[in-house]
């Protein structure tokens, strides 16, 4: 399914955004599409003003694979996977919260 996202634009990437992810594009979430050997990358995110569709290929090695909580990516890991930053080992201390 992902290499056919390689092949689309704004209107189908948004088509498979809400067909087979269930999910809304005016949601505010990044939506994050690889093809099949990981050398390509799409990103579609809704900002005020429309659409906006960031593609990278890399020329060398391929996209991580990060662990997903939930099926979703945090923003730090995001940014790590397109900078092609693997991290084999993070430990995230507690903040302090007055909760």
Known sequence: MMDI???????GLCGLVIS?????T???????????SRTHIK???????GFV???????QATFGSPELKKGELSWSDL???V???RVVMSIQKKHYSLQ
Do not use: C, H, T
């Open 5 to 11: 996202a390689m092949r689309k634009s704004f209107d």
């Open 20 to 24: 087979l992810m269930q999910r809304q």
């Open 26 to 36: 005016i949601s505010g979430e990044v939506f994050e599409f690889l093809n099949r």
């Open 43 to 49: 990103l579609l995110y809704q900002e005020d003003g």
């Open 53 to 59: 569709l960031y593609y990278k290929r890399l020329e």
């Open 79 to 81: 940014v790590l996977l």
């Open 83 to 85: 900078e092609g930053i």
